[in-house]
């Protein structure tokens, strides 16, 4: 949460069994202190997560594997925060900006990471809602057929991806296309006019 930077966090609970929902809005510092009350209701069945409230500049990704991660990072799209959600699968908070960016320049941002990902095999997708490390997804484990793991916290830079501020403006302002080429006319022909005659 820290590393996210946000003000606002709107926080779902689903109950795994019934679906029934119901969502708070918190600063940080009351999300901290509801952390035990978040831990009683994700024992009894609730699973939890957690988004930006408001104008923001993250995306997240989920579905990831570590070698996506490390890809990630190698191109200079450094996440902010990574959880791995379960075994092998992980959630990647990548922040554009300390400002809000907007949503569909945010949209376009993760649409490409995304792709981009999945020509390496990964089946990437763009997530609103991430897990909160030390709880577990009961929906994922009855899905699955396997027990509950608990969500863990791989890294909390914080720190703005690098390549963010180029690749936002290249989307943002995007190069206009090149005029197609002009054919040159054969030596000795005759340039007609719009009437068809010849000059």
Known sequence: MTAMGCAQFVVRLAEAKNGKQETRQWSGLELLRSLAWLMRMNARGYDVTVRPAGPHGLLLLDGLQQADVQRLDARGWQSAAVVEVQHGRFQAWIKLSRHPVADALRGQAASRLASDLCRSGSAITVAECGALAGLTCHASAMAE?????????????????????????????????????????PQGAVRKRSGGRAR
Do not use: C, F, I
């Open 145 to 185: 057929g396997q027990a509950a793991r608990y969500a863990l916290l791989h890294a909390s830079s914080g720190a703005v991806a690098a390549a963010a501020a180029t690749g936002l403006e290249r989307m943002a302002h995007p190069p206009d296309p090149s005029p197609p080429p002009r054919l040159a006319m």
